[in-house]
């Protein structure tokens, strides 16, 4: 069987999958889990958090820094990995590409680990950045919205802190921002291409929120939401992800 055809029938969830190939972690094999913990532990782990507008001045959350306070819409960033490590690309790649929505657990629960030990304040509400919903279709979930949900479940036992899931929409499609070049072309693929829903308005007054999303590159994606959020009322937006 070809690796697309295969892709094709794990994405419509043929069950009998699962018996001809079995579950074993892509890292190093071990049957039964997609990522083990072995695996996890080798994650590199981001010592430096930087300030998301001048991505020069250390901050210990990755809060924005003094000089920069004000001129953008993100109050901090703080990512919990690198992107450029193997395994940690690798590991994103296939939940999102390979669609394995079973790798938000694992993910999620490091990426927990590592927000506790850096004591990150927690929020009023979780926001992960939307799909567009032709994107969602396709991919059958929103890695960020699973990331979400398992930080909510370790972090806030009973969902104490709940996850928004429809707050904000993605009203254009757009490129990844992965394909796009400069800075320029970067906000010009994501101008206008968020919006909020009319019901999550009042939710939002005044309050905190971490916005989830499995990785940054530039931070523009998490700076195009927060402005949405803070337009709309918004207090304090804090964007949180797994690696960067
Ligand atoms: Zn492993
Ligand atoms: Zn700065």
Not at 32 to 46: D, G, H
Not at 151 to 165: C, W
């Amino acid at each position: 069987m070809s690796p697309n055809v295969q892709l094709v029938l794990k994405k419509i969830g043929v069950g009998i999958l699962d018996t001809l190939f079995p579950i074993r972690c892509f890292g190093c094999d071990v049957p039964k889990e997609y990522l083990c913990q072995t695996c996890l532990n080798i994650f590199p782990r981001r010592l430096r958090q930087r300030c998301p507008t001048c991505l020069k001045t250390t901050t210990p959350r990755g809060e924005v820094c003094s000089s920069c306070f004000g001129i953008h819409s993100l109050d901090g960033l703080f990512a919990a990995s690198l992107y450029r490590s193997p395994i940690v690309s690798a590991s994103i790649h296939i939940f999102k590409y390979r669609f394995i929505p079973a790798f938000a657990k694992p993910l999620g629960n490091w990426l927990a680990e590592r927000i506790t030990e850096a004591d990150v304040a927690l929020p009023d509400y979780f926001i992960p950045v939307p799909l567009h919903s032709r994107r969602l279709r396709f991919r059958g979930f929103n890695q960020s919205t699973l990331l979400a949900r398992t930080l909510a479940d370790i972090l806030t036992p009973g969902f104490d802190i709940p996850v928004l899931e429809n707050c904000l929409l993605r009203t254009r499609f757009t490129k990844p921002q992965i394909k796009t070049q400069t800075r320029k072309e970067r906000l010009a693929n994501l101008r206008n291409a968020f919006a909020i829903t009319e019901e999550s308005i009042p939710l939002i007054q005044g309050k905190t929120l971490w916005l989830i999303d499995d990785v940054a590159t530039t931070g523009t994606t998490l700076e195009e939401c927060a402005t949405v959020l803070k337009k709309s009322g918004a207090k304090k937006v804090f964007g949180i992800v797994l690696a960067r």
